[in-house]
């Protein structure tokens, strides 16, 4: 049963590039930005978000009450390691979400996991769009051995939380390949340039099937996405977009070998 409440008019779907955890407590461009994104958009009753972070066999959605916040990453400064954000979950959009995903046809179980905290690629952005922690949030995991059509066909189910004043979050990377970054050479390589602007023609243009087959894409898409968990949540913001909507892209820069490239889809407020 749905017991989440309803609110007038669709929420928009986010897609940011969330880049090094450091920007949840650095003052730089970015983060100046999601705040920014965060003013204009109009308030959700809670954030559905698709982070890069959380990687499972089977799909699970957090349930927790008041979820922990996860410090998953290793040689960042102590600041970063005692950063808390306290927000509550949403155990009724854990149970809408196992609703929407697990009625015929094409059913997908959904584990809710009580236990399941915030990891990084979901607060450190929220921290900075959301600052007061008072907008319940839950996790969705990425079974990320299943191929992109199955993501946004879910994603695509998922889509009708944006009537329900859910704000649909997905926070990952579409260049991300950090074998190949440079700290010294932040210019982009070439295959870099020619991806970011091949990805954000077929985002423009609404042309998704090719988006979430992106291994056909060729090799630029081969070292963009080395592994798939920072790209897998674009396509369930691109599966959540309406007829008409257009991508207002911002923090579009490419750094060596890691895009920031973030967009909203819907009016804002």
Known sequence: MNNLPTTEGVMPALFIGHGSPMN????????????????????????????????????????????????????FPKPLFDVRYAVPGSPALAQRVAELLGTAPGSQRVHLDPGRGLDHGAWSVLRMMYPQADIPVVQFSLDSARPGPWHYGLGQRLAALRDEGVLILGSGDIIHNLRLFSFHEQAAPDWALRFHTLSKRLIENGDHQPLADYPALGGDAHYAIPTPE??????????????????AFFNDVVMSSLSMTSFVLGGHA
Do not use: K, M
């Not at 920072?230 to 257009?246: D, F, K």
């Open 230 to 247: 920072h790209y897998l949540p674009l396509l369930y913001v691109l599966a959540a977009q309406r007829p008409g909507e257009q991508p």
């Open 24 to 75: 949840a407590i650095e003052d730089n461009e970015f983060s100046r930005e999601w705040a920014r994104q965060a003013s204009r958009l109009p308030r959700p009753r809670a954030i559905l978000c698709i982070s890069a972070h959380w990687e499972t066999r089977g799909v699970y959605v957090s349930a927790a009450g008041q979820p922990e916040t996860i410090h998953d990453f290793y040689g």
